[in-house]
């Protein structure tokens, strides 16, 4: 079954930081372009980075450029969202998508970020 | 950043009745390499997005055949032909020609 499953959201105060996890299954990984999408409470979905298949090239939204970092490890088919100074508007479900035929064909459940003191 | 812009924001529907909903993006989505990358989605209640059409009418397996895309250019449509109750949820259109943005949702809901 192809599955992503993501974890490492939590409560985290603003300035502070948090690593999310997304563990690919049922698929070539490494064959996959991957990406962050996240979701605020109650609002619509938000594009927030996208990596290629081997990592050497990474693109981010103007809102995750300079303090977010999209990595992966293939060999442990895992998708990496570095998230630092986190601010009260990041609080969101983040969900990590595979991305194919310039659509996002896979998701997960989502993990949950929150921001607040 | 290329906007997309969808209407109605909501649309309530009887059950077996046809659904429409547009999707317009801010500049052309044709891509230079020929194919046009504008996809739909469906989130249900209390679940991740769920991919129906990529590259403006091809549907994604799976997907029920009374769902359908349609459109070129900047102006988009998807249609369901029947609605059932399983489609209630809200829809977004999202491009990828440039970096990925999506459609502010329709809610489709059973009147």
């Known amino acids: 079954e192809v599955q992503l499953v993501e974890s490492g959201g939590g409560l985290v105060q603003p300035g502070g930081s948090l690593r999310l996890s997304c563990a690919a299954s049922g698929f070539t990984f490494s064959n996959s372009w991957m990406d962050w999408v996240r979701q605020a409470p109650g609002k619509g979905l938000v594009w927030v980075s996208g990596i290629n298949t081997d990592g050497s090239s990474t693109t981010y939204a103007d809102s995750a450029k300079g303090r977010f970092t999209i990595s992966r490890d293939n060999a442990k088919n895992t998708l990496y969202l570095q998230m630092n100074s986190l601010r009260a508007d990041d609080t969101a479900v983040y969900y990590c998508?595979?991305?194919?035929?310039?659509?996002?064909?896979?998701w997960g459940q989502g993990t949950t970020v929150t921001v607040s003191s | 950043d290329i906007v997309m812009t969808q209407t109605p924001l909501s649309s309530p529907v009887t059950l077996g009745q046809p659904a429409s909903i547009s999707c317009r993006s801010s500049q052309s989505l044709v891509h230079s390499d020929g194919n046009t990358y504008l996809s739909w989605l469906q989130q249900r209640p209390g679940q991740p997005p769920r991919l129906l059409i990529y590259?403006?009418?091809n549907r994604f397996s799976g997907v029920p055949d009374r769902f359908s895309g349609s459109g070129a250019g900047t102006d988009f449509t998807l249609k369901i032909s029947r609605v059932e109750l399983e489609d209630v949820g809200v829809y977004y259109c999202m491009q990828a020609t440039q970096s990925p943005t999506f459609g502010g949702g329709t809610k489709v809901e059973i009147k």
């Open positions: 998508a595979r991305g194919t035929w310039g659509a996002f064909d896979v």
């Open positions: 590259k403006i009418s």
